[in-house]
């Protein structure tokens, strides 16, 4: 799996992983449709078409998936090391203590997966 490839499982359901560099416990995550005002960006830590992961001594996370917004979807954190503690992420300001450290498998990646309601 490439990291911030987002994959659909179907077209209510999908998922990317991300490689963290920093251990920032603080998220800010955002549907977007078009993420041209985040490209090129100098707190760039990865960005590609649907991606673009900020940082500002917390994570921002800006993701564009086609017919998802902030209304009719969720997103969780997959938890790789317990099966079924996948952890509900808030969107905006949402989630102040993330503890990546519970969802990072060996190589500091994390699972994203996005549901529609």
Known sequence: MMNGQLYYL???????KLKL????????IRLTEDLTCYR?????????????????SCYHLHVSIRKYDDNNSKCFLIDTKRSGNNRLLVYGYGDKN?????YKDANDCVLFYFTKK
């Open 40 to 56: 090129y960006h100098k707190r760039n830590e990865f960005e590609n078409e649907d991606i673009a992961l900020m940082d500002y």
């Open 10 to 16: 179907n077209e209510d359901e999908c998922f990317f």
């Open 98 to 102: 993330v503890g990546w450290n519970d």
């Open 21 to 28: 560099k920093k251990n920032d416990q603080s998220l800010y």
